[in-house]
């Protein structure tokens, strides 16, 4: 049986994609690297505005994998950016018979940049995007649960989207990108305190030579 993950449009994309990231990220990501040292999270993530920042196939392969599994039906993702995140989510949508990713992106370019690569990919109708804060866009009109919230937006957040999110996540999954940067330390505690009413493990994948660090949850 073919996945859509498989399907030989999505995997040209998403080399496409890829390609596209590793061709020109290191260009546009100079605009950032030449902030002061005082410059805000707004500032930094509007001078980011072309990077793609995107998540590693492996990772992308793991969401497909545990959004399969929990047979889930409503996903929230916090950071939409080109959509690359967005396209393994709603690929395992399709898969599980239907659903709904709900991603929210702060840029307007870089969701239209998502819509038009969901578009490409033919999986457009198993997202819904929402443009703006995501502490604003995620505060209302959500399904009554959510069985998977994917965390990849700006990592000073992770904690607020996951307390406003909490009420919907009822026996969910939680995956968090980039746990290894600074400033997480009590985000991953909390979620490793099982008296908080979690199970949650460190993970690492590979890419290139690199071992990205995530953080893999369940709402127990
Ligand atoms: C690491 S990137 C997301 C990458 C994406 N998940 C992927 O793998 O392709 C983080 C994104 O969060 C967005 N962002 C920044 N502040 C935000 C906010 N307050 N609400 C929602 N998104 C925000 C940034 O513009 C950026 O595109």
Redesign the pocket.
């Known amino acids: 049986m073919e996945t859509s993950i498989a399907n030989p449009k999505v995997k040209n994309l998403l080399a496409n994609l890829y390609k596209d990231a590793a061709d020109n990220d290191p260009i546009n990501r100079k605009a950032a690297m030449e902030l002061p040292e005082t410059a805000t999270r707004d500032e930094f ?1 509007s001078a ?1 505005r072309g990077v ?4 590693g196939p492996e990772f992308g392969h793991l969401l497909y994998t545990m959004a399969r599994s929990a047979k889930a039906k409503t996903i929230v ?10 396209i393994y989510l709603a690929a395992a949508m399709k898969d599980n018979g239907g659903g709904k990713v709900i991603t ?4 307007s370019e ?1 969701a239209e940049r998502a819509k038009k690569n969901l578009t490409e990919a033919g999986l457009a109708d198993f997202v819904e995007f929402r443009v703006g ?3 604003k866009t995620l505060k209302a009109d959500l399904p009554q649960n959510v069985d998977m919230l994917f965390l ?3 990592k000073g ?1 992770y904690m607020d989207v996951l307390k406003l999110m909490e009420p919907q996540v009822r026996s969910g999954i939680i995956a968090s990108d980039n746990t290894d940067h600074q400033g997480l330390e009590e985000f991953l505690a909390y979620l490793r305190n099982s008296e908080n009413g979690y199970i949650s493990s460190p993970i690492h994948t590979r890419r290139g030579d690199r071992h990205p660090a995530h953080e893999v949850s369940l709402k127990i």
């Open positions: 993530y980011m793609y920042m995107a998540i993702e916090f950071g939409t950016s080109f959509g690359v995140s967005t929210t992106e702060f840029h870089k804060d995501a502490l990849d937006g700006p957040m």
